[in-house]
């Protein structure tokens, strides 16, 4: 089973600011990355795929970089509605089976 | 557009057995490739993923859960279902269901989630 570790646990960020979210996996998962945003109450929603593509509708300030084992998230410029905790996912296994890292809380400093 | 939406009931005693449904609406769940799935999330903690169903019937499970789950398809509502059988506190969570448009693909829509309480 593959364990994903994201780094830090929290950051703190001043809007207008760049954020980096890391992403570790104890194997290689190829590009088969994936990071979500998650606000309170609501369900998580795909930012990148593939490491490093934007999914529909998300904007260019977010970007998805590394592959194999290294991933990174950046936001460029943070926006209000940007604070929020954010997930990383491999999806490589096969037989089918993926797994969520911890979560990165990003918090306004 | 796709929509998800889980039901179920929102209490269920330990020991006994937590049964949601995913209503798909938008696509049909027999849709070449797509993979549909269950995650989980308990209160205040990250996701985990609990399974899938293949769009052709094909189940397949996260291993600390394998023993207790079963996720099938009624074709004929446009459901997927998950059973999580002798459920214990530690089963507490919001329960979401989600579609991956292929295996190599994440979950791309999700339901708004159902929070499930395991108490006596």
């Known amino acids: 089973e593959i364990v994903m570790t994201q780094s830090p646990a929290t950051l703190s960020v001043s809007p207008g600011e760049r954020a980096t979210l890391s992403c570790r996996a104890s194997?290689?998962?190829?590009?088969?990355l994936a990071w979500y945003q998650q606000k309170p109450g609501q369900a998580p929603r795909l930012l990148i795929y593939g490491a490093s593509s934007r999914a529909t509708g998300i904007p260019a300030r977010f970007s998805g970089s590394g592959s194999g084992t290294e991933f990174t998230l950046t936001i460029s410029s943070l926006q209000s509605e940007d604070f929020a905790v954010y997930y990383c996912q491999q999806y490589n296994d096969w037989p089918p089976m993926c797994s969520f890292g911890q979560g990165t809380k990003l918090e306004i400093k | 557009q796709l929509q998800l939406q889980e039901s179920g009931p929102g209490l269920v005693k330990p020991s006994e057995t937590l049964s949601l449904i995913c209503s798909v609406s938008?696509?049909?769940?027999?849709?070449?490739?797509?993979?549909w799935g269950w995650i989980r999330q308990p209160p205040g903690k990250g996701l985990e993923w609990i399974g899938y169903?293949?769009?052709?019937?094909?189940?397949y499970y996260s291993p600390s859960l394998k023993s207790r789950v079963t996720i099938s398809v009624d074709t004929s509502k446009n459901q997927f279902s998950l059973r999580l059988r002798s459920v214990t506190a530690a089963d507490t969570a919001v329960y979401y269901c989600?579609?991956?448009?292929?295996?190599?693909?994440?979950?791309?829509?999700w339901g708004q989630g159902v929070l499930v309480t395991v108490s006596s």
């Open positions: 194997q290689s998962v190829s590009s088969h």
């Open positions: 989600a579609r991956n448009r292929d295996v190599y693909f994440p979950f791309d829509y």
């Open positions: 169903i293949y769009y052709d019937g094909s189940t």
């Open positions: 938008g696509d049909s769940i027999t849709t070449s490739g797509y993979y």
